[in-house]
């Protein structure tokens, strides 16, 4: 059946329902790295099922959470509202998404790299500019070295070059910098940075 969501909505839509189905709300590496930034006013960009959202919210985070698959928006909503914490969540086409306000953390994890690449570093401004001064940013993303590409579309991807994650935060406090390798089907890999700074005061 045909359908005009991007490949990307529909392939983490399809992860995310087996993942609901088993239950499984693990946080992965990249979460649990993030989790100590967030606290105050939290965005979380991208929050997929929403595991990294809820553990920020049980820690005392005031949390906002965006992400495109509904299947996974909705789920986060209902255990949002039975764990009664604090934290709000919509369905969005964060493509061209800027920000109205500003927040203590900004986390993007697993995101920018599905838009063009125009969208993409049009992205990493947009996670810049939605973190207040002393407020960190956490974004993640694959890089150049992947080959695991069969949940991009071909024309909508972006593999972030050397240094180009990095660059619209010029001058903040780098809190951790890595550039980690995984495995992926086919013999394929998957090459992530993970880039956390905290803007000046």
Partial sequence: MATDKPRAVEFFGAQFERQIAAHDYQLNP???????????DVL????????????????????????????????????AIASGLDLWVKAVDLKGWRPEETYDAVNCIGLLMFFAREDALAGLLAVRDAVRPGGVAIVNAMIEGSTFLAMFDPEAYCLFAPGEIAAPFAGWEVLHDSVEDFAAPGGKLKRFRTFIARRPA
């Fill in 44 to 79: 979380d960009l991208g929050c997929g099922l929403g595991n990294l959202a809820l553990a920020a919210a049980a820690r005392g985070a005031h949390v906002t959470a965006y992400d495109a698959c509904e299947n996974a928006v909705e789920d986060l909503a209902a255990r």
């Fill in 30 to 40: 990249f979460e649990e790295r993030a989790l100590p930034y967030l606290s105050g």
